[in-house]
């Protein structure tokens, strides 16, 4: 019932800023920060970091939130399904059916009305919030399309954020509004929606609710006063809002509140819709049963707020539950009949004009870029066939599952028993409610678009129809259900990622909404056959009319199959991200790097990463997975026109395949390929660069590196080049101050964007050491590029307690031996979140990642990292985020951060 959510994110922000802060973070840290990141850790004790990692490793112990919602979501269901069933115990369906068949039209024409007035009220919620976000820029007409369509299939579906945001964002984008204003035109329904749903709590209080048991909490002064401290506050909002025009600013993001009299009207509108709403269920209740209407609302405010925190979709039995208990009617078929009424109107009827006005309005916006009328059918309407279909899936499913747990009709199995052994018909029951229970399954890959999944769908729709006929003659389900079956058949283009079966397999997510189907499908049955006497000898009856025993043993099946593909989902789920061994590097990405003018991509030699080569052998490109994208490390190597043909190739490999394509630490001159690809482009850094031409210690801002140098050879500490002939030799001392260093730090290895310690991957290098009494005590491993023009460092690590200076001396040698070799440039690594815009009018992202940049050296040394390298005059070069914009902007943050660190929550480990 709620009627918010956050839309998709614009290019460069994000919608909401809590979560931006985290993202951003999560993307920080690890990046490559280069040879001078160890400087920044010098004033963290051992103890610390050994506290610090301690409680790292206890938080990465933590369920994962993404699995406990669910969960939590789920069991809020259950309890609910078992209230009813407790309450209902009297209730047959036959009763029910019979009061449904006895309700007029007449009855059910004041819900009709009532409703559409509540969705008028809510589509005003969208009005009023596109005047104050984006005054003059979307015709009211359209925000209240918008407000419509999109409460019409968040109201239904439920996952308000990740189903009404993504709707309005569609629409709002026809008129030019950026996702980042969709996001706050939604911030401000939701505070209409709270706004009018405290109204009506507040002067339904002062009404003095009484009469119902359930929410005789109060006296009834204590009623009204509740009620007038409530009027009071929202009176103290708005003459506060009367004295000028407000924002709240939250970590850098503006958030714009109404003033005082559009305030009010959002406040009555508000009201409006949830009185009206309860309007459409109060008039169908029977007149014995309702109460007066101010305490109804308080009740049905209550079932809105169940409904709330279960996040089951549109509350669905949640509500009901609330609404049987409140009223103590769970004995009453009519009230029952009464709230089924409210569904179909309220949910179900909204949801289909939504999905018809979604789909003409999508064949309006392409018009005129389709040539034919069948062009144009097939072209515009294949875009929003999956998930439309993904839904008539799952809906066909529930209704065979429905079906098999309900009586079939006498006559058709009498006539259907003439001509039809009773094993076919029992098997046929049973394997109705196994495909009923597979289409939920593979729903979701429909909507992911995957191939497998309209060829397994088709298969299963049309089985499920042969079976509803020889089950008991449901020849209407069998039509509906061959129907959706020819939707699939006609639009197979639609359907083009690859993926097999594993590519079903449920997330936590989906997992809770099986549970919440069987349930509710077993809630049904229970009720079905309320009056059938339970006997263990019912398991084995085998009988034309034994609907009962064929529902126990379908409901025993259907936990067994849904256990299965719960444990295999579990079982199986893909890891995050888990570093792969060596992968050999093919001798065509070696031929490109022998020429490359830049040394990050010798990251291509780490081995833990795939590549795809252009035709013609002069470029490649290197990524690896993790979660749901595809993750590139930098721009294509080689030859600039092969490079920019492999990056569609690679966005179009990742679209077959139903992931994201990600383009991570990217420079500037590939980024017009990028936003042809309209990716969201965010600014992650920078990338320092001495010119080695010029360099010298001479002067006085080189005085602490000429220091450096000279206490450590006074210490003893020798400068030396192991070539890579030799490094293999060298491996057993390198590995001891390899782990040692990692020791002192209580950290671990990361990878894909560094490197890490590996015999193989060291070997591919020369490296660069300091030396005390023949023995290493410090290493960096140099990266080459193949014209000379670069040098760098990857790992730079040391043996703790030798001395202060030593990585400073270090550095010092490093930036005179490459000048003495001859190249231009000596690589510094990157500065993350260096050169974000700080201004008001920057993006979201921009400003938050500038409040991290300064307020996070608890954590991480932002601001010293980049100090240390400025201290050489570098010339910086901005570093960027390539990938799709939105709601997706965040999980692909979180994925690049697993991909590096291995899991998000190492992102706090220094």
Same mark, same amino acid.
């Given at each position: ?415 259907? $028993? ?84 594993? $590519? ?78 060596? +992968? ?29 080569? #252009? ?36 966005? +179009? ?37 001495? +010119? ?27 400068? #030396? ?99 003495? +070799? ?89």
């Amino acid at each position: 019932m709620m009627r918010s959510g956050r839309g998709p994110i614009r290019q460069g922000e994000t919608g909401t800023p809590v979560l931006a802060f985290a993202t951003i973070w999560a993307l920080a840290t690890p990046a490559r920060q280069g040879p001078a990141a160890d400087m920044t850790d010098t004033d963290t004790s051992p103890e610390e970091r050994q506290v610090g990692g301690a409680l790292a490793r206890a938080i990465d112990r933590i369920v994962e939130p993404r699995v406990l919602g669910p969960i939590v979501g789920a069991a809020a269901v259950a309890i609910a399904l078992f209230v009813i069933h407790e309450i209902s115990g009297k209730v047959h369906l036959h009763q029910i059916e019979a009061a449904l068949a006895d309700t007029s039209f007449k009855t059910v024409a004041p819900t009709l009305a009532f409703t559409f007035v509540s969705f008028v009220a809510m589509a005003c919620y969208d009005v009023m919030a596109v005047r104050r976000v984006a005054p003059g820029k979307v015709p009211a007409r359209l925000a209240l399309f918008a407000g419509f369509v999109g409460y019409g299939f968040s109201n239904a579906i439920g996952f308000h954020v990740f189903v009404g945001g993504p709707v309005r964002y569609r629409i709002y984008q026809s008129a030019g509004v950026d996702a980042a204003d969709v996001g706050r035109i939604v911030g401000i329904s939701f505070l209409t929606f709270w706004g009018g749903l405290s109204t009506i709590v507040g002067l339904a209080l002062l009404f003095d609710p009484v009469g119902l048991p359930a929410l005789a909490v109060l006296t009834p002064a204590g009623d009204r006063i509740l009620g007038g401290a409530i009027m009071a506050g929202l009176a103290a909002v708005v003459v506060w809002l009367s004295r000028g025009n407000h924002q709240v600013s939250i970590l850098g993001w503006d958030f714009p509140l109404p003033s005082a009299g559009s305030a009010l009207a959002q406040i009555v509108i508000g009201a409006i819709d949830i009185g009206a709403a309860a309007a459409a269920l109060y008039v169908l209740l029977p007149a014995d049963i309702a109460p007066g209407y101010a305490v109804f609302l308080i009740l049905f405010v209550a079932a809105i707020i169940a409904s709330l925190v279960s996040h089951a979709p549109g509350g669905l039995g949640v509500l009901e539950a609330t609404i049987l208990l409140g009223l103590g009617a769970g004995t009453r078929p009519d009230v029952v009949a009464a709230l089924v009424l409210f569904r179909l109107v309220y949910y179900l009827l909204p949801l289909l004009l939504a999905a018809s006005a979604l789909l003409a309005f999508e064949i309006y916006r392409v018009r005129s870029t389709v040539s034919t009328v069948a062009g144009r059918t097939l072209a515009v309407t294949r875009h929003v066939v999956p998930p439309i279909t993904a839904t008539l899936a799952f809906a066909g499913g529930m209704v065979l599952l429905l079906s098999g747990n309900t009586p079939a009709a006498v006559e058709r199995t009498d006539w259907l $028993s003439d001509i039809l052994p009773l094993p076919f018909a029992e098997a046929s029951h049973l394997l109705a409610s196994i495909t009923g229970l597979l289409l939920v399954v593979i729903a979701r890959g429909l909507y992911r678009r995957i191939a497998f999944a309209r060829i397994a769908a088709i298969a299963l729709l049309l089985s499920g129809a042969a079976f509803s006929l020889l089950k008991g003659l449901d020849w209407e389900e069998a039509v509906v259900l061959i129907a959706v079956a020819l939707v699939l058949l006609v639009y197979r283009r639609a359907f083009y990622r690859r993926g097999d079966w594993r $590519s079903f397999r449920p997330d936590p997510t989906w997992i809770g909404l099986i549970a919440i189907v069987i349930i509710a499908a077993t809630l049904v049955g229970l009720l079905a056959y309320r009056h059938v006497e339970y006997q263990s000898d019912l398991w084995w009856q085998f009988a034309w009319d034994g609907d009962a025993p064929r529902f126990l043993r379908a409901t025993l099946a259907l936990a067994m199959v849904a256990a299965t593909i719960a444990a295999d989902a579990i079982i199986n789920r893909p890891g995050q991200a888990k570093r792969a061994g060596p +992968e050999p590097v093919p001798e065509a990405v070696r031929h490109v790097l022998e020429t490359s003018s830049d040394t990050q991509s010798c990251l291509a030699l780490l081995g833990d990463k795939t590549f795809m080569v #252009s035709t013609s052998g002069r470029a490649f490109l290197m990524y690896a997975v993790s979660g749901r994208s595809w993750i590139t490390m930098g721009d294509p190597v080689g030859d600039p026109k092969a490079a920019r043909a492999l990056i569609w190739r690679f966005a +179009e490999a990742a679209d077959h395949a139903g992931v994201r394509a990600v383009f991570y630490a990217v420079q500037p001159e590939f980024l017009p390929a990028y936003l042809d690809m309209n990716l969201a482009i965010l600014k992650i850094g920078e990338v320092a660069r001495v +010119e080695l031409t010029g360099f010298c210690l001479e002067g006085a801002v080189r005085q602490p590196l000429r220091y450096a140098i000279g206490k450590a050879t006074r210490e003893g500490l020798a400068f #030396s080049v192991i070539p890579k002939a030799e490094v293999p030799d060298a491996l057993p001392q390198l590995r001891a101050v390899s782990d040692a260093w990692l020791k002192s730090k209580n950290g671990h290895e990361k990878g894909f964007s560094l490197g890490y310690f590996d015999d193989a991957y060291m070997s591919e290098f020369d490296c660069a050491v300091l030396s005390r009494d023949g023995e290493i005590v410090a290493f960096a491993n140099l990266w080459r590029s193949g014209d000379r023009d670069e040098c760098s460092i990857d790992l730079m690590r040391y043996r703790p307690g030798v001395s202060k200076v030593m990585m400073e001396a270090l550095f010092a040698h490093l930036l005179l031996y490459g000048k003495a +070799e001859g190249y231009r440039w000596f690589n510094l690594g990157a500065a993350p979140l260096a050169g974000l815009a700080d201004h008001p009018l920057a993006s979201t992202w921009s400003r938050v990642g500038t409040f991290i940049y300064r307020a996070g050296d608890e954590f991480y040394n932002f601001e010293g990292l980049r100090a240390f390298k400025q201290k050489f005059d570098p010339v910086w070069t901005p570093q960027y985020l390539a990938c799709p914009g939105g709601l997706a902007m965040a999980q692909v943050l979180l994925d690049v951060t697993t991909l590096i660190s291995g899991s998000p929550i190492r992102i706090f480990k220094r």
